[in-house]
């Protein structure tokens, strides 16, 4: 576009120095055709108007008009040159700035989407993050293997929870249930299973206290 652009300019200034040259060559024409008609005017008072000087001012008046009708038809393409010029120069730009708006608010739109895409991953992130975070945990943490284990072996659903329970007790626990399953503590086990079970109620009968019984039985376990 911008070449097109040049080029009508180009066109019109040659056509504006064509017509500027035709003026100039017309005001020559003009200047002629005055200095004639003053040189007749001269002769026609110095002869005392003869026919024949008459018929020269005449000639040099019509010369003077055509003159100016040359003069003035020069101008017009001058004018209208540059009318045309100035109109193409308007044109031409308008045309070169819409395509520079239409690709800025292109861009600006495309910025825009990729503002919004952006923002959609780091919002749905966030959303999984929060809702992972609000989650109760449901599966319970393991307790730790020693770094001592180093012995494998098929177990069952119930010995692998026993192992779990082994593991997560204290160090007293630990040692009333290895004796416990031992056998070491029979008759004290069957004795608080008495007083909890069925021997609770001769335990209230006879005026024994069913919580001092198992502390004590409980305290006699911590002691072997």
Do not use: C, F, H, W
């Not at 080029?7 to 056509?15: D, E, G, N, Q, S």
């Not at 200047?31 to 002869?47: D, G, L």
């Not at 024949?52 to 038809?73: N, V």
Request: aromatic content about 0%; overall charge positive; glycine content about 4%.
């Amino acid at each position: 576009m911008a070449t097109t652009a040049k080029k009508t300019a180009t066109t019109a200034a040659k056509k504006t120095t064509s017509a500027a040259k035709a003026t100039a060559t017309a005001k020559k024409t003009e200047t002629t055709a005055k200095k004639t008609a003053a040189t007749a005017a001269r002769k026609t008072t110095s002869t005392a108007k003869t026919p024949a000087a008459a018929k020269k001012t005449t000639t040099a008046a019509k010369t003077t008009t055509a003159a100016k009708k040359t003069a003035a038809a020069a101008k017009k393409p001058a004018a209208t040159a540059a009318k045309k010029t100035t109109a193409a120069a308007k044109k031409t730009a308008a045309a070169a700035k819409k395509p520079a708006a239409t690709a800025a608010k292109k861009t600006t739109a495309a910025a825009k989407k990729t503002a919004a895409a952006a923002k959609k991953p780091a919002a749905t992130a966030a959303k999984k993050t929060t809702a992972a975070a609000k989650k109760p945990a449901t599966t319970a943490k393991k307790p730790a293997v020693p770094a001592s284990a180093n012995t494998s072996m098929k177990v069952t659903a119930t010995e692998k929870k026993l192992i779990e329970a082994y593991r997560e007790a204290s160090s007293d626990a630990k040692k009333i249930a290895m004796k416990a399953l031992k056998g070491e503590y029979n008759d004290t086990v069957t004795g608080i299973l008495n007083v909890v079970g069925g021997g609770s109620s001769s335990a209230s009968s006879s005026g024994i206290d069913l919580g001092d019984t198992i502390g004590n039985l409980l305290s006699g376990l911590l002691k072997k």
